[in-house]
């Protein structure tokens, strides 16, 4: 995974509370193997007629908002399955930060491990941006992990919460795969020391 | 005295392998991984190309379960599939699972079915363990007392390679549910009820552990009904403290231990109970002599209300944010504000899932429908969660009660529940479903989905239209 350190982008704004992963990728989607096309397939019952042509009221079909890579959206985003393809199609698609009130925890946890940064702001700095986004269809913030601020167009510096070894792992490009196997003696003793609990083989 | 600790604290304490600091979350070992084919092939893929190894694919189990259809066995005896993709994704795992030594319950076998309905019945789910699957609704599994929650795809590798996966520890909240349930009123009624109280995100960042009076008299079946929604209110896992229940529940099952190692077992896993005296970061409570059946009216499950109730109307809500999303909610399902929902048509009605797809849920359904039939007009789907639910149930003849009914009698699956395979509910038409999801296209593009328990779904099945149960018993 790439370093993240800063972030600077056009802004859209999706003001719906609950947004949850079905929405953002429809389960027809899941039955590829690899990460192929999810991108084409984001919030695809919003951004499609029932024909398949774009639906030109939907705010990503909006030509200002052509090249968007920061997504502002109501509290509780991503919730319900726990589908990875979720945080891989707003990825895909283009953005690279997505700004809410509140993630659901599992769309967290899967977006921090891709480098899909979920920023959580109070709901004023929430409904200011989705302010910005309407009347300003233009508006580009930018984002810096290191100091955990998002500056706004005026110049207004907001902070924001995150937990330290994530925010490591994304400024490193720290593989956590690669930082659990190095615990490998920690594991071998673990499994060494708890073979009463752990005495259920499915092979048995 | 050492501090008093709560179930999940137990449970999360015996599998550190490495305790969390505040620059570093823990390495939480996994005693369960549970794999299917739509959010496996992609972790593969990753430690293949890494030049890694299963680490315990003895503690790996696989079965098909999403994307399989539930159509009619041919004439050799197998379910045949014709989605080209489906094909492709069944056909990964059967590689996967030969390449890396991994069990897996083929489609159409004996013990195939919706892996949170598999794990329990095969003895593989058990007290006090840690258990993980590219699922959301693995919080299935905390109805023994074992901590399972849902992963992605990046974590599923992370625990083929290592069986561990690093987390951070979660609050938790004790939902306590006293009094007793009157009759007609489910498990499902009591999780709806939950949710629709406290919200879809009511449960961010906790774990739930369901206790009182009315949690204590449940089955096993019921249990994991109530943990497997804990992720619709937001928790990433429900647990219930393990108790005779549990244990007779388990013991005899293929992957329990057996004689002294089974007595063992218990006996350790006795002391997973809270203890007297710990403390909760958070409280939630519901009174099930209150409760009657719940359904939902709107496109997230927290959108709830008593059957007998009628659905709310915007002045109701408490913001314009939500007033909102009521608006958006009730234009797709093309409900009225303050009306009724008792008596309103209905197309389909959906009989399974993880959450609802158990023995005792078709026995409910069966019983409701026994010696009545189908409305006309309806098509009542029913679909075992496993192919040992669809032994069990046809031994007892619920089968032919289904069918003589007119209901169809399906192979076992996820199904309709998240119509990945050909169980669509088409565009426009009401289902009323024991699934645990009503998002808009959840069960297929323009789908409506009203969910409740076995009993209200079978009971609107016979009259064709949203009908208290209680009314038919």
Request: contains cysteine; negative net charge; hydrophobic residues 40%.
């Amino acid at each position: 995974m790439d370093p993240i350190t800063t972030i600077t982008g056009k802004v859209v704004a999706i003001p719906t509370e609950n947004i949850d992963t079905d929405q953002i990728i429809p389960a027809k989607y899941l039955k590829v193997t690899n990460k192929d096309g999810l991108g084409d397939g984001l919030f695809e019952t919003w951004r499609y007629n029932a024909d398949g042509t774009p639906n030109s009221d939907f705010v990503l079909n909006r030509p200002e908002s052509a090249g968007a890579t920061v997504l502002v959206a109501g509290k509780n985003f991503g919730s319900g399955s726990s589908r990875e393809h979720a945080p891989w199609a707003l990825q895909a698609y283009g953005f690279q930060a997505l700004i809410s009130p509140s993630f659901a925890d599992i769309f967290k946890s899967n977006a921090l491990k891709i480098g899909l940064l979920p920023i959580i702001v109070d709901e004023d700095t929430y409904y200011q941006l989705v302010s910005l986004c309407e009347e300003e269809p233009q508006t580009t913030v930018t984002v810096d992990l290191a100091s955990q601020t998002v500056t706004l167009p005026g110049g207004q510096r907001v902070s924001f919460p995150i937990d330290g070894f994530s925010k490591h792992c994304l400024l490193n490009g720290v593989d956590q795969l690669g930082f659990i196997q190095q615990q490998e003696s920690d594991i071998a003793a673990f499994e060494a020391s708890n073979l009463v609990a752990l005495n259920t083989s499915l092979r048995g | 005295m050492s501090t008093p600790k709560t179930l999940f604290e137990k449970v999360w304490d015996a599998h550190q392998v490495r305790p969390e600091t505040a620059d570093t979350p823990a390495v939480l070992y996994i005693d369960l991984h549970l794999i299917h084919e739509v959010t496996s092939p992609q972790a593969f893929t990753e430690i293949r190309e890494r030049g890694l190894k299963v680490r315990r694919p003895d503690r790996t189990l696989a079965t098909m379960d999403h994307s399989t259809p539930t159509t009619p066995r041919n004439a050799q005896g197998i379910i045949p599939v014709i989605d080209p993709q489906a094909i492709n994704q069944l056909d990964q795992l059967r590689t996967n699972c030969a390449e890396f030594g991994i069990p897996l319950f083929e489609l159409g076998s004996e013990n195939q079915g919706i892996v949170h309905v598999i794990g329990p019945e095969q003895g593989a789910t058990q007290p006090g363990m840690t258990i993980v699957c590219g699922d959301s609704h693995t919080s299935t599994h905390g109805a023994f007392g074992a901590l399972a929650f849902g992963i992605g795809t990046s974590e599923v590798g992370h625990v083929l390679a290592t069986q561990c996966l690093l987390q951070r520890k979660a609050k938790t909240c004790a939902v306590r549910v006293d009094g007793r349930l009157g009759p007609g009123v489910t498990a499902k009624d009591i999780i709806l009820a939950i949710i629709a109280k406290y919200g879809v995100g009511g449960g961010t960042g906790y774990v739930f552990e369901y206790m009182g009076e009315a949690i204590r008299a449940l089955s096993m079946d019921e249990r994991m009904t109530i943990c497997n929604m804990s992720i619709e209110g937001g928790a990433r896992a429900g647990m219930v403290a393990p108790d005779e229940t549990t244990f007779e529940y388990v013991a005899g099952r293929h992957f329990a231990p057996k004689g002294a190692d089974f007595d063992a077992a218990v006996a350790r896993w006795r002391t997973l109970p809270s203890d007297e005296g710990a403390t909760f970061d958070h409280e939630m409570r519901l009174d099930a002599d209150e409760l009657v059946p719940m359904i939902t009216y709107g496109t997230n499950p927290g959108m709830g209300i008593p059957i007998t109730g009628t659905v709310p109307t915007l002045d109701e809500m408490g913001d314009a944010s939500a007033r909102t999303a009521l608006d958006k909610a009730l234009a797709y399902m093309a409900l009225e504000p303050g009306k009724p929902l008792l008596g309103h048509p209905i197309d389909i009605v959906f009989i399974g899932s993880c959450t609802n797809g158990r023995l005792s849920d078709l026995r409910q359904a069966a019983g409701m429908i026994k010696g009545r039939k189908v409305a006309e007009g309806v098509r009542m789907m029913v679909v075992p969660g496993s192919q040992q639910v669809r032994q069990q149930a046809e031994a007892e003849g619920l089968d032919e009660i289904f069918k003589a009914a007119g209901a169809e009698w399906r192979e076992a699956g996820c199904s309709a529940c998240l119509a990945m395979n050909s169980d669509v509910v088409p565009p426009g038409k009401y289902a009323v479903s024991t699934s645990n999801r009503n998002f808009v296209g959840r069960q297929g593009p323009g789908s409506r989905s009203l969910l409740a328990s076995p009993l209200t779904a079978a009971a609107a099945a016979v009259t064709g239209v949203v009908t208290d149960p209680r009314t038919m018993m």
